[in-house]
């Protein structure tokens, strides 16, 4: 009994570690050369109601190193809540916004 407790034991940690190193290979991260920069553009219109989440899921990225890059925000006609998160989101430094 003991026997059987251990091996299901032992066989549930090798699965949990083959699951863990697919997720590793899922997020392999972006290594650009010498002298290459990346920039992620976001174009962002209207209500824009997913900008935050948008912008934190990409923060996340860069922040684990899996996207070194600069986030660049161009605008085109937003309403006023997403204006006021945009400029809450560039006085914090997340984002650049880019003027047309």
């Known amino acids: 009994m003991l026997w059987n407790i251990l091996g299901a034991a032992g066989v549930s940690a090798l699965i949990m570690l083959l699951i ?10 972006v290594r650009p050369g010498e002298g290459i920069e990346i920039t992620v553009r976001l174009d962002v ?9 948008c912008v934190a899921s990409l923060e996340w990225l860069r922040a684990n190193g899996t ?3 600069v986030l ?17 989101l560039e006085r914090s430094e997340r984002i650049v916004l880019v003027e047309e």
């Open 45 to 53: 219109s209207g209500d824009a109601a997913a900008l935050e989440g």
């Open 20 to 29: 863990w190193a697919l997720r590793g290979l899922l997020l392999t991260p």
């Open 72 to 88: 660049e925000v161009r605008a085109h006609g937003l309403s006023s809540s997403a204006a006021s998160v945009l400029s809450a």
């Open 67 to 69: 996207l070194p890059c």
